[in-house]
């Protein structure tokens, strides 16, 4: 798209592809199958928005709206992590001998960059200060990097999805401003769309003790994400200093983006109604992350109506 703007109808049409595609085969799609490989591929391919970073228009924010974006804890954790998911999504991409399946990965790294590049700008538009990002690693362990990074993608996902509609139906950010992050969610279920129909796939290519030692693997990576969400995030900025950062800003950070109480409960009742909700557009026949809706739906039903906290 030409850099001075885009035309209305055109983005409207891509945003509309990014949000809906259906398999033209027929049957089942059995993990780990060729037909399986190709149309998780074909999708995470074929519904890529074209948006530009640079053609993105930033609404002016009232005093109020202003200082309540600018006071957000989360500005340098996300675009760090942005950076990170960029490397590590390539690094692994690198070493895939499927021409498809790398193609599809090498595209997602090259989409969390966007993403790093949309908060970039967005942070210098509103005067937002950032700490110097210091050099991005390459990761010496690519399957495990990218088994991390696609997993925290479930967990923070599933819960942004909740918390991006608790900040649009709370009126406190303009609409324009929701609308011009509305793209970014949208491509972050895919991104967990192919991650989650990925692990099938590269599983049923394992033989039975290779499996054994994935889910292992799996299993500690979530271990591994558990204890990194109960604890600060310690970064070290381009001169060596060092910074902290919630990580769980996710799971309490309804109150930040709305002036109503959020119950505990009715956060993740709407993170579990907007996750199905994304999802919906998608060929039914391809896996959906399951993990955090499975939990949440055991952990409601613990939950009083009015628990608040």
Sequence with gaps: MPQHGADRAALDVADSNARQWTSSVAGPMKPGSDVHRR?????????????????????????????????????????????????????????????DVREALALNAWEEN???????????????????????????????????????????????????????????????????????MQEECRHILLFANWVAWHRAQLSWWQRIRFKLRVAAVWVFLGWERMNLARTLDADGNEHTHKRNFTVNGAQTVSSTPTSVRELMTLCLTESERRFSGYDARLLRPQTMPKLVRFALRFMRADDRK
Excluded at 44 to 55: H, I, K, M
Excluded at 72 to 97: N, S
Excluded at 124 to 137: K, M, N, R, T
């Design 114 to 184: 966007r993403h790093k590049e949309v908060l970039t700008r967005m942070v210098a538009a509103y005067g937002i200060p950032l700490e110097s990002e210091a050099p991005y690693v390459h990761p010496k362990d690519t399957e495990w990097a990218y088994l991390v990074t696609g997993y925290s993608e479930c967990i923070d996902s599933f819960f942004a999805f909740g918390l991006f509609e608790v900040a649009r139906r709370s009126g406190l950010f303009p609409p324009e401003l929701v609308d011009t992050f509305e793209p970014v």
């Design 39 to 99: 149309e998780m591929c074909r999708m995470f391919l074929e519904t890529f928005n074209p948006y530009r970073p640079a053609v993105l228009e930033w609404p002016h924010l009232e005093p109020d709206a202003l200082q309540r974006i600018v006071s957000l804890p989360i500005w340098d954790i996300a675009v760090q992590t942005e950076g990170k998911a960029r490397l590590r999504m390539a690094a692994y991409a690198a070493t895939l001998a499927e021409s």
